[in-house]
Nanobody, 123 residues
């Protein structure tokens, strides 16, 4: 049984930083691409960053230069370092595993999801 558990969210002032973690179990973590998505109220879920099994990364334009995705395969953990937070970053952040070693912007390409962690940025 695959499980993903996010942690690290919280309330932070604009300009602050957070580090989100996603602990994975039940799958050979290193074989699959992973992604971080977020969903704000009334908006669709969007990919903010993803990383392939070989370590290639992708970032959406809105977070490029501020967010850093990384993975620690021996620890089965995915990270998202978030710097220079903006109120527009307020959302629930989800981690997900891809069907394959590659990643995609389409949430349907991901087969397992965590429960999400809330990030709230105050101005």
């Amino acid at each position: 049984q695959v499980q993903l558990v996010e942690s690290g969210g919280g309330l932070v002032q604009a300009g602050g930083s957070l580090r989100l973690s996603c602990a994975a179990s039940g799958r050979t973590f290193s074989n699959y691409g992973m992604g971080w998505f977020r969903q704000a109220p009334g908006k669709e879920r969007e990919r903010v960053a993803s990383i392939t099994s070989s370590g290639s990364t992708y970032y959406s334009d809105s977070v490029k230069g501020r967010f850093t995705i990384s993975r620690d395969n021996p620890k089965n953990t995915l990270y998202l370092q978030i710097n220079s937070l903006k109120p527009a970053d307020t959302a629930i952040y989800y981690c997900a595993t891809s069907h394959f070693e590659l990643t995609s912007a389409n949430p349907k390409s991901y087969d397992y999801w965590g429960q999400g962690t809330q990030v709230t940025v105050s101005s």
